[in-house]
């Protein structure tokens, strides 16, 4: 893990152990897959903005980014970056603690490296419902929960 911002630790004390509590979960739920490494970037808007602009051609921040990486003998899964000051916001917006927010980020952001997605309807309720379930067992509530829209 690598924190590029240290509002990370300002705003939430345990932000290293939130973040490897959550991508384990993920993993811990997925033993067929084979590797488990995974790089964390906790960062900020700007850096997560050139990201998403040079990798996905979005010139804007987002909470959070994954690439998968190719199969490898390192076993890599890939990367996840994090932009602070979106999550933050985000947080803030919908009531939560930044810790819980954070969890359920990072485990959306694995989900994508091992290959989940939410494009379609289908595809956005199972991975919505391996997130709830791996989230529970953090004792993180659902983060879906009150959004009228589903996403």
Same mark, same amino acid.
């Given at each position: 893990?690598? !924190?590029?911002?240290?509002?990370?630790?300002?705003?939430?004390?345990?932000?290293?152990?939130?973040?490897?509590?959550?991508?384990?979960?993920? $993993?811990?739920?997925?033993?067929?897959?084979?590797? +488990?490494?995974?790089?964390?970037?906790?960062?900020?808007?700007?850096?997560?903005?050139?990201?998403?602009?040079?990798?996905?051609?979005?010139?804007?921040?987002?909470?959070?980014?994954?690439?998968?990486?190719?199969?490898?003998?390192?076993? +890599? !899964?890939?990367?996840?970056?994090?932009?602070?000051?979106?999550?933050?916001?985000?947080?803030?917006? +919908?009531?939560?603690?930044?810790?819980?927010?954070? +969890?359920? $980020?990072?485990?959306?952001?694995? #989900?994508? #490296?091992?290959?989940?997605?939410?494009?379609?309807?289908?595809?956005?309720?199972?991975?919505?419902? #391996?997130?709830?379930? !791996?989230?529970?067992? $953090?004792?993180?509530?659902?983060?879906?929960?009150?959004?009228?829209?589903?996403?």
């Amino acid at each position: 893990m690598e !924190i590029e911002d240290e509002a990370w630790t300002t705003a939430e004390a345990e932000t290293e152990a939130l973040v490897w509590r959550a991508a384990q979960a993920v $993993l811990d739920a997925h033993e067929d897959i084979e590797g +488990q490494g995974i790089v964390i970037l906790l960062t900020d808007d700007d850096s997560v903005q050139a990201l998403n602009r040079d990798f996905r051609q979005k010139d804007k921040p987002t909470n959070v980014l994954s690439f998968p990486s190719p199969p490898n003998p390192e076993g +890599q !899964i890939g990367d996840i970056a994090l932009a602070y000051g979106v999550c933050a916001r985000e947080a803030a917006e +919908q009531g939560k603690p930044l810790g819980h927010h954070l +969890q359920h $980020l990072v485990a959306h952001g694995v #989900l994508h #490296l091992l290959g989940y997605d939410h494009e379609g309807d289908d595809e956005a309720e199972a991975m919505e419902a #391996l997130e709830r379930e !791996i989230l529970a067992g $953090l004792d993180v509530p659902d983060p879906y929960a009150g959004d009228e829209e589903g996403r």
